[in-house]
C-alpha cells in the first residue's frame, strides 16, 4: 500500500509538470491564444499563465487582483494542465471504487471531466442514472452483492434533495455508501443565480441525520483524508451510507504544491468482536436451554456468515428464524422455521442476531381496534441479543424501534463473533446432549418438511386462475431459472412465496430489503445488485410491485444503456395495494363500508402498460401477461434475451399478494 501511494503521489507530480495537450485542449482551443497556449506549461504552485503575454508569472497577490474583479477579462484566463479533480479521481483509484453513479451537473463538472479524462472512466467508470434516487439505491443493491460501497455523486443542493429517500433507505438498512455533492463554497465565485440556488454553506445538513459522517474539505490534501476517512466509516460496521460535499472550485482549478499531497492509505477496521466472557456465558444458556432459538436479520455481511450461522445452528439443532435483511440461513434448511414462529413461543431461550427490530420480532401487533401489542415469548425466556445495534444510534429518526428488554445484551459484530461462540459451544456439547439436540433437530426437520409440504400445497390454490397467483407466478419463474446460477435480489411487499418454496442455498442468492421500506427502491436496488453479479455470470433476477416501479421506470434506460443483464418481474396488481389493505381496514373499522377505498390506492385507469415502458426504454418487455397459460412462454423468452446480457421486463397481472 505504502509503494502505491509513493508511486501515486510520483503520477501526480508528474502530470504536473507535463501539460497533456491533448487532454485539455478543449479549454484551450475555445479562448486562448492557440500555440503559446499550447507550448506554456503550466507550473501548479505559486505560479499563474498570462494569457495576454502566453508566459508564465509570479502570482501577486493585492491589487493586481482587485483590479481584475472590476474590469472585464480580457480573455478567458484558463489554461491548466492538472485539476484538483485529477487528484480526487485518483485518490478513487485507491480506493479501488469502481463506479461513480451520478445525475451530471456544473457543481462536479470538473470531477466529472477528470474522471473521464484523467481516469480513463475506469475505477470509477460513470453510471448514469435519470434520478439521483437511482444512483443511491444502486449503490445500496450493488455492496451488498459485492462487499464494497459505491460513490455516487449529486448536484449541489437539488440533486442531493432527490438523493435523500435512498440514502434513508441505505442508511436503515445500514450499508456503506459514498454520496458525494458538488456545492460552490466562497460567494465571489458563484456566477449565474443557479449557482447561488444550487450552493448551500451546509449541504449536507439535510441528510446529517441519517449519514455517519459527512464533511466539506477545504484543500485537496482535506479531501485526501476525509476520502479515505469517510471510506473507512462506511465500511466499518455498523456500516452506513457517509457524504462529502465538493467545492468547484476544488474540483476545477489546477493543483497547487503538487509535491506535497499524500493519498493516506486505508486501513481496514476489524469488526469488534462481542467479549469472550459474555460469549461463554451465552454458549452455556445455549447448550443447557431445551428450546434454544436464534432470530437473525442483518447477520451475514460477507458470504462467510452464513456458513457460521449453519455451524451454530447444526451444532445446537436449534430453529432459526430468519427475517431476511440478509442471505443469513439457506432456506431449505430443516433447521429453518422462518415460516414457522410458533418456534419463539416455545422458546427458552432467544439468541437474536443483528436484530434490527427485536420487540416486533418478538411482539403481536394489531391496529385494527387500536393499536396493541402482545408478547409472543413466554414470560420466563431468556432474551440475549449479540449486534452491533448498540454500538451505533442516532436520536431523530425513530429507525430503532420499540425498547425490548434483554437478560444479556453483548455488543460487537455478530459474524465477526460467532466463531468464538461456536467454539464455546462446542466445548460444551457432550455425548449426552448431542443425543438429545439430535432428537430435537429431528423433530425440527420434521416439522419444517412439514412446512414445506404445506407451502407447496397452498401455492397450488387457483393455480388457473386470472390474475396470476402469485404462487404461481413464483413457481413457474422457479422452474425455468431453479438451474442456472441465479441470484434473486429483489421482492415486492410481502411476496414470501420465493422463501417458502425455492431453495435459496447461495451467499448471492437473496440481497435483503431496503431497510427503511422507502418505495421506489426494489428497482434500482435490484439493478445496482445486477451490476454486481454481471462479472460473475449470474442470472439476476428480481420481481417488483408496480407502484414500486412507478416512482423511478427511468431505471430500465440505465439498465439499457449500461447493458445490465437482469429479469425484472412485474408483481401487477394494479395498485398500491398494502395501503389498499389498510384503507379498507379503515373503512371498515369506522363503519363504512369499502366502495370509496380504491380512490387513492389503485394504479388503474389507465392501466399502465408496464412492457411498452420497458421498451421506450431500450429494455425487452414482454406482457401484460393475464393468462396463467402464458406465463411460462414469455419468461423463456425473457430470459433467454436476458442471457444475451441485456435487461429484460415481465408484466404479471397478479392477484394482491
Ligand atoms: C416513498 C414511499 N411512499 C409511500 C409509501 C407507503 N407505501 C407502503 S407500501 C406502498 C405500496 C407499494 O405498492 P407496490 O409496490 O405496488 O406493492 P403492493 O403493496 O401493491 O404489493 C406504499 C405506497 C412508502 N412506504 N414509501
Ligand atoms: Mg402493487
Redesign the pocket.
Known amino acids: 500500500m505504502a509503494s502505491d501511494t509513493a508511486s501515486r503521489e510520483g503520477t501526480m507530480s508528474k502530470r504536473s509538470n507535463l501539460p497533456d495537450a491533448g487532454r485539455r485542449n478543449f479549454l484551450k482551443g475555445a479562448t486562448l491564444a492557440g500555440a503559446a497556449a499550447l507550448t506554456t506549461p503550466v507550473a501548479a504552485n505559486t505560479q499563474i499563465s498570462d494569457p495576454s503575454k502566453g508566459s508564465t508569472k509570479a502570482a501577486v497577490p493585492g491589487p493586481r487582483f482587485a483590479a481584475a474583479e472590476t474590469m472585464p477579462p480580457s480573455k478567458d484566463p484558463i489554461s491548466q494542465t492538472t485539476s484538483g479533480g485529477d487528484f480526487m479521481v485518483d485518490v478513487f483509484k485507491t480506493l479501488d471504487i469502481d463506479y461513480l453513479a451520478m445525475n451530471c451537473a456544473s457543481s462536479f463538472r470538473g470531477l466529472h471531466e477528470a474522471v473521464l479524462n484523467h481516469g480513463g472512466n475506469t475505477k470509477p467508470e460513470i453510471l448514469t442514472c435519470p434520478h439521483e434516487e437511482i444512483a443511491v439505491h444502486m449503490a445500496q443493491g450493488y455492496a451488498k452483492i459485492e462487499g464494497k460501497p459505491m460513490a455516487m455523486i449529486c448536484h449541489g443542493v437539488v440533486g442531493l434533495q432527490h438523493a435523500t429517500?435512498a440514502m434513508y433507505n441505505a442508511w436503515c438498512d445500514r450499508v456503506p455508501v459514498i454520496v458525494m455533492g458538488g456545492n460552490i463554497i466562497e460567494a465571489n465565485k458563484r456566477g449565474t443565480y443557479p449557482e447561488w440556488v444550487h450552493a448551500a454553506i451546509d449541504p449536507s445538513a439535510i441528510v446529517r441525520d441519517f449519514v455517519k459522517w459527512d464533511d466539506q474539505p477545504t484543500s485537496l490534501q482535506h479531501f485526501a483524508e476525509s476520502a479515505v476517512r469517510a471510506y473507512k466509516i462506511a465500511t466499518t460496521p455498523p456500516m452506513a451510507p457517509v457524504m462529502l460535499s465538493l467545492d468547484a472550485e476544488l474540483q476545477e482549478n489546477p493543483i497547487s504544491e503538487a509535491e506535497t499531497l499524500r493519498i493516506p492509505k486505508l486501513s481496514k477496521v476489524i469488526p469488534p468482536q462481542g467479549d469472550s466472557a459474555a460469549l461463554a456465558e451465552l454458549a452455556k444458556m445455549l447448550v443447557a436451554a431445551d428450546n434454544p432459538v436464534i432470530i437473525c436479520d442483518r447477520m451475514a455481511r460477507t458470504p462467510a456468515g452464513m456458513g457460521r450461522l449453519v455451524e451454530l445452528a447444526e451444532t445446537l439443532q436449534c430453529a432459526v428464524v430468519d427475517n431476511g435483511g440478509r442471505m443469513n440461513f439457506p432456506s431449505r434448511h430443516p433447521l429453518n422455521h422462518s415460516f414457522r414462529r410458533i418456534v419463539i413461543a416455545q422458546a427458552d431461550v432467544i439468541l437474536a442476531l443483528e436484530v434490527n427490530d427485536l420487540f416486533g420480532s418478538l411482539n403481536a401487533f394489531n391496529d385494527r381496534i387500536v393499536r396493541a401489542t402482545r408478547p409472543t415469548y413466554k414470560k420466563d425466556t431468556k432474551i440475549v441479543t449479540l449486534g452491533s445495534r448498540d454500538l451505533y444510534m442516532k436520536a431523530n429518526y425513530q429507525d430503532f424501534g420499540r425498547y425490548q428488554e434483554a437478560d444479556l445484551t453483548i455488543a460487537g459484530d455478530a459474524e465477526a463473533s460467532l466463531p468464538t461462540l461456536i467454539e464455546q459451544v462446542k466445548r460444551l456439547v457432550d455425548d449426552g446432549k448431542k443425543s438429545a439436540f439430535a432428537a430435537r433437530g429431528k423433530k425440527l426437520a420434521a416439522a419444517k418438511l412439514a412446512v414445506v409440504e404445506r407451502a407447496k400445497s397452498d401455492a397450488t390454490i387457483g393455480w388457473d386462475a386470472s390474475p396470476i397467483t402469485t404462487a404461481r407466478m413464483c413457481a413457474e419463474v422457479y422452474g425455468q431459472i431453479k438451474d442456472e446460477d441465479w441470484s434473486l435480489v429483489g421482492s415486492?411487499?410481502?411476496l414470501t412465496w420465493p422463501h417458502r418454496l425455492w431453495n435459496i442455498d447461495k451467499p448471492y442468492r437473496w440481497n435483503g430489503l431496503s431497510g427503511g421500506?422507502?418505495?421506489?427502491h426494489?428497482l434500482p436496488a435490484s439493478l445496482g445488485a445486477a451490476l454486481a453479479n454481471k462479472k460473475h455470470g449470474r442470472l439476476t433476477l428480481a420481481f417488483?410491485?408496480?407502484?414500486?416501479?412507478m416512482?423511478v421506470p427511468s431505471t430500465l434506460w440505465t439498465a439499457a444503456h449500461h447493458r445490465i443483464p437482469m429479469l425484472y418481474i412485474v408483481?401487477n396488481?394494479r395498485?398500491?395495494?398494502?395501503?389498499y389493505m389498510y384503507l379498507q381496514a379503515m373503512a371498515a373499522r369506522h363503519g363504512r363500508g369499502i366502495t370509496n377505498t380504491d380512490i387513492g390506492t389503485t394504479?388503474k385507469d389507465p392501466n399502465v402498460d408496464y412492457a411498452t415502458i420497458a421498451r421506450g426504454f431500450g429494455v425487452y418487455g414482454e406482457g401484460p401477461i393475464i393468462d396463467p397459460k402464458d406465463l411460462g412462454p414469455a419468461l423463456k423468452r425473457a430470459i433467454a434475451m436476458v442471457k444475451t446480457g441485456q435487461p429484460a421486463l415481465v408484466d404479471v397481472v397478479c392477484d394482491?399478494r
Open positions: 429517500m415486492s411487499i410481502r421500506f422507502g418505495v421506489g426494489n417488483g410491485g408496480d407502484g414500486d416501479f416512482f408483481h396488481n395498485a398500491y395495494h398494502q395501503e394504479i394482491p
